[in-house]
């Protein structure tokens, strides 16, 4: 079993930032690609961030160069979103998901019950 935990979220100012964390554990052999998906009320659930093993990012038009996924450098299954310049409109719950190659050597993709992040004056 693979169970993933966000954390960090929060209400905010305008301009202001947050944290966001990511914690994967269970039965993982590795880890694929962490992203991370919003869900603002009333719209779908949308990619934010995508980290793959091998580095590579990927971030939606609306949040480059404010917002940075990165994966900690001593655990493999912790990620971490910066949020910086916060908006009104980045509010919504937050998910991470993990891809990742579970203990029964299948890639399977597993999802975090979000966290909440409020961009208010």
């Known amino acids: 079993q693979v169970h993933v935990v966000e954390s960090g979220g929060g209400l905010v100012q305008p301009g202001g930032s947050l944290r966001l964390s990511c914690a994967a554990s269970?039965?993982?052999?590795?880890?694929?690609?962490t992203a991370w998906y919003r869900q603002a009320p009333g719209k779908p659930r949308e990619l934010v961030a995508r980290?793959?093993?091998?580095?590579?990012?990927?971030y939606a038009d609306s949040v480059k160069g404010r917002f940075t996924i990165s994966r900690d450098n001593t655990n493999n299954n912790t990620a971490y979103m910066q949020m910086n310049t916060l908006r009104h409109e980045d509010t919504g719950v937050y998910y991470c998901?993990?891809?990742?190659?579970?203990?029964?050597?299948?890639?399977?993709?597993?999802w975090g019950q979000g966290t909440q992040v409020t961009v208010s004056s």
């Open positions: 980290l793959t093993s091998c580095g590579s990012k990927n």
């Open positions: 998901n993990a891809e990742v190659k579970n203990g029964l050597g299948y890639r399977a993709a597993y």
């Open positions: 269970g039965s993982i052999v590795s880890t694929y690609v």
